[in-house]
């Protein structure tokens, strides 16, 4: 059996992490839940979720403190699965499906001799739940939530580059060089000795330049996404709840005043 989690420690632990049996995290102590005519706490609600936004709640019963947080007897999912508690007074009817869930045995209540302030962690416990807590000490201690503020990264758009093709009409100007043929005609006036009289023929090839069309590629431009951060404040909205201690009976009226924060 694991050793047990005294009753000043546990009043203390609201905000430390909470652990299966496994070791994987749950969530965190959100509230302790105590019997109202024992004054035994009865209940542990733990924060889960996104800021801890979902309240689900584990026995006392069979959970020790080790030196960080506290450890329950039973795995994350199970935890997790557990009927949601939205308020801080529960019905004994959900009261015995919470007991049913968690497979403990509702045995009623307990004599003077079984209230200790050491929560025993092999006893099955009955509770009334109402939030409210007790301690046998002169003292007790005030809490209060505050607002944690984290932040998780989404998928806020995307930025796709896309390349296609296209067809379109081009021209170019080219100079072209074409030979022509022109007939020159010289006077001659003198006597030639070996001269033949007959038929002659004289040819000449003339040539001109075509245009060819040939294509090549040619890298023109290269496009890249960069992305900048952009840093914007927001203000973040929740509602906190804060214990409030109020002086009742004989004690002098600056204690009053002092004490009632």
Known sequence: MQQGISVDRLAQMRGEPVYDTSGDKIGKVDEIFYDL?????????????????????????????????????????????????????????????????????????????????????????????????????????????????????????????????????????????RETAHVHRERIDQPVSDAQIGEQVVETTLREEQPVVEKRAVAKERVSLDTDVDVREETVQGQVRKERVEVEGDVDDADRYRNDR
């Open 37 to 177: 005519d024992s004054r035994q706490p009865e209940w542990i609600g733990i924060g889960t979720g996104f800021f801890g936004t979902k309240r689900v709640l584990v026995p006392v019963y069979g959970a020790w403190a080790p030196e960080d947080g506290i450890t329950v007897p039973y795995g994350k999912s199970m935890v997790k699965d557990s009927p949601d508690i939205h308020g801080d007074e529960i019905s004994s009817d959900t009261e015995q499906d919470l007991y049913r869930y968690y497979g403990i045995e509702d045995f009623g209540g307990y004599s003077s001799s079984d209230r200790t302030d050491v929560v025993d962690a092999g006893r099955p416990a009955r509770s009334d739940l109402s939030g409210q807590s007790y301690s046998s000490e002169r003292s007790l201690t005030r809490s209060e939530e505050e607002l944690a503020v984290g932040k998780r990264e989404v998928e806020s758009g995307r930025v796709r580059l896309r390349k296609w093709v296209e067809t379109e009409p081009v021209q170019a100007e080219v100079q072209l060089e």
